[in-house]
């Protein structure tokens, strides 16, 4: 059954992809993709705490085939990664090309079940190429920027780099293996001399960071989201971002034991400080953008790099053989990307949402929400708490485990490590206190406000999938006791640790401190599920008192606007006046621009002198496009046009290059 389920799923999605291509029966091509989707969340939820076995596929090369498998840890960032997806397929674009649209979605659904288990280096490569060109034929056809051609050639042309990357990688693997199976890469790793290992291990990570957001990869996301819509970006920050993160994790981990013969925890400190920087970074410039795509693209980038956190962790715990640490770490990140991808898939939709009511994705205050569904607003709300880390929500918890994890810092063996897990916890306090302002932003100010006179009610179908990719946040904090026990084997199999056992005691939750519980004796403790109870029993006492302030006579009156007739549309706090403090507090990392322009008015009633219009643009500098990736441009545009000349059109010229081509076949033929 499980094998059927697989099949269908994959079936479904190759046959939406061929309805696509035809141009016509839309709805059916979609409908095809949330169905797929569900056979394979079914697949995940029948196969979970196991993994699927071992099937033969004839793909491949050289008539060998390759096999496919999908661990626990796959599956589960593979089944929380879909319910955002099937979602977002079956509420469709708002683009101009919904065909092309839905032909990118299902290349990318593909191509990233590819990635979760394809078992060699061939198979894995064209699997991530095609999940990769999948999300750019997505964003190409929604078609929702007046330039989307630049960001998404910017996008792939990153991607591509990483590529190259991964494909040297598994060209210094395969050679040492002697074959392109993953299954002989860790052996072949252990007699690799270190500095080889550790270059190796540099190269996974540029080739799986430029899909995750790592600096300097990041500066692609905003361009690329904010080209295509939500439905794209929930695909993209769902099971796309859960794809790559597992490809990173089980290269580093798996593939590459390079902790087992470097004496320092080189590896580990490395990836650490990589996904500290990129996550305040991607924190800091996603506060300050102002529409719904571009903030919550950095914010993805934000969360897989605190993924990517909690890999390094555990890289530096099992260095110093801690493997019950090391295995609570590996596991709240995959608890902590389960949570934002049914957080961040809300967002997006309901991003979709304001644009089809409003007509634009700008952070404004429009009322949108006080026209809409509650459910809704309800959905919203519990994605974005998720998102800022607020109680009782997903995000809550394993940002929780998260500090736990790093606070535990001081069992590591060596100097460096121990520092490194301080100085990390202090940077992502600091993430995430940015991050709890991001999520204020998005809701108080893209949902509240006074209502517009032309602003639309949400879209019913629009708000039944908010309100339950909600709810799936709330269900997955509320039954987190339940769900840790489906990844103990994802973290048995990795790290020979029974972590997963020791992180709750019945409804508490507890850091995993390799000691034995007692309840009077941990290092400390949380319960979600307790606080979904408590929570409202508290909110009796605000709801107390507006009661008893509603008993006595109270006279609304103008809020107090400098003396000025009141205004609200001109009292109304917006994006730029939420997040200006913060931009000049840390404006040697925004380096902000400020521009200022008279329109005068010309010749018009002959009086030049007078300014029609005041012009105001402000931004924030981006830190490796001037002095990274302008300069590779340049360098690019530049071979360009010396290069044209093979395209001359004198057939005498390719004459010449082939003769040339010929006598240094012949020279290496016989020398």
Not at 133 to 153: F, H, I, N
Not at 316 to 333: E, I, P, Q, T
Request: glycine residues 12%; contains cysteine.
């Amino acid at each position: 059954m499980q094998t059927d389920l697989l099949l269908a799923g994959l079936a479904a999605w190759l046959l939406a992809g061929l309805i696509a291509l035809t141009g016509k029966a839309a709805p059916l091509s979609r409908l095809l993709l949330g169905l797929g989707g569900i056979a394979l969340i079914v697949l995940a939820v029948l196969t979970l705490p196991s993994g699927l076995p071992a099937i033969a596929t004839p793909l491949g090369i050289g008539g060998q085939g390759s096999v496919f498998v999908l661990s626990p840890g796959a599956l589960w960032l593979m089944g929380f990664g879909l319910p955002g997806a099937v979602l977002a397929t079956w509420l469709g674009t708002p683009g101009t090309r919904p065909s092309a649209w839905t032909f990118g979605a299902a290349a990318s659904l593909i191509g990233a079940l590819g990635v979760f288990g394809m078992q060699d280096a061939v198979t894995f490569l064209i699997a991530w190429e095609i999940m990769s060109l999948g999300g750019a034929v997505m964003l190409l056809g929604d078609g929702l920027a007046g330039d989307t051609g630049r960001p998404v050639l910017f996008m792939l042309a990153l991607l591509e780099a990483g590529s190259v990357a991964l494909v040297l990688a598994f060209i210094i693997l395969a050679n040492h293996a002697g074959d392109a199976s993953f299954a002989g890469f860790a052996a072949a790793a252990r007699d690799m001399p270190d500095a080889e290992q550790l270059f190796v291990g540099l190269l996974l990570l540029i080739g799986f960071g430029a899909k995750l957001g790592l600096l300097p990869f990041y500066e692609w996301f905003p361009g690329a989201y904010g080209a295509g819509s939500g439905a794209s970006g929930a695909l993209l920050s769902g099971i796309v971002l859960n794809a790559a993160f597992f490809a990173l994790a089980r290269g580093l981990i798996e593939w590459l034991p390079i902790n087992a013969l470097v004496p320092v925890s080189t590896p580990g400190i490395f990836i650490v400080a990589v996904g500290v920087f990129s996550a305040i970074l991607t924190a800091l410039y996603a506060f300050q953008q102002e529409s719904w795509r571009e903030l919550l693209s950095l914010s993805s980038a934000e969360n897989g790099s605190i993924a990517v956190c909690l890999l390094g962790a555990a890289l530096m715990f099992r260095k110093d053989g801690l493997a019950d640490l090391a295995g609570l770490a590996w596991a709240v990140a995959l608890l902590h990307l389960a949570g934002h991808a049914l957080a961040k898939g809300a967002m997006f939709l309901a991003a979709d949402g304001i644009y089809r009511a409003t007509g634009d994705y700008r952070l404004v205050q429009r009322g949108v929400l006080g026209r809409s569904s509650w459910v809704f607003g309800v959905g919203a709300l519990f994605a974005a708490m998720s998102l800022a880390a607020m109680p009782p929500q997903a995000g809550f918890v394993s940002e929780w485990y998260l500090f736990q994890t790093f606070f535990q810092g001081f069992h590591l063996a060596s100097l460096g490590s121990r520092l490194t897990a301080a100085l990390a916890g202090a940077g992502l306090a600091l993430t995430v206190a940015v991050a709890l302002a991001v999520f204020v932003k998005v809701f108080g100010i893209g949902l509240l406000g006074r209502a517009a006179p032309t602003a639309r009610r949400v879209a019913g179908g629009t708000s039944a999938a908010v309100g339950t990719l909600g709810l799936l946040v709330l269900a997955l904090a509320v039954g987190m006791p339940i769900w840790l026990d489906s990844l103990g084997p994802a973290v048995s199999q990795l790290f020979a640790s029974d972590a997963v056992a020791k992180m709750h005691v019945g409804w508490l939750l507890v850091p995993a401190t390799g000691a034995p519980i007692r309840l009077n004796g941990t290092f400390a403790f949380i319960s979600p599920s307790k606080l979904i109870i408590a929570m409202p029993l508290l909110a009796l006492l605000p709801v107390a008192l507006l009661a008893l302030s509603l008993r006595r006579r109270t006279r609304p009156v103008p809020v107090w606007y400098g003396g000025q007739d009141e205004a609200p549309e001109r009292a109304t706090t917006t994006a730029l006046t939420f997040s200006n403090a913060l931009r000049t507090f840390y404006s040697f990392i925004y380096r902000p621009t400020i521009t200022t322009a008279r329109e005068q008015a010309g010749n018009f009633n002959g009086h030049p002198y007078f300014v029609r219009r005041l012009i105001f643009t402000h931004d924030v500098a981006p830190i490796f496009g001037p002095h990274l990736f302008a300069p590779l441009e340049r360098l690019v545009i530049s071979l360009a046009n010396r290069l044209r000349l093979i395209q001359s059109g004198h057939l005498n010229f390719y004459l010449s290059l082939i003769g040339l081509l010929l006598l240094i076949i012949l020279f290496i033929t016989l020398f």
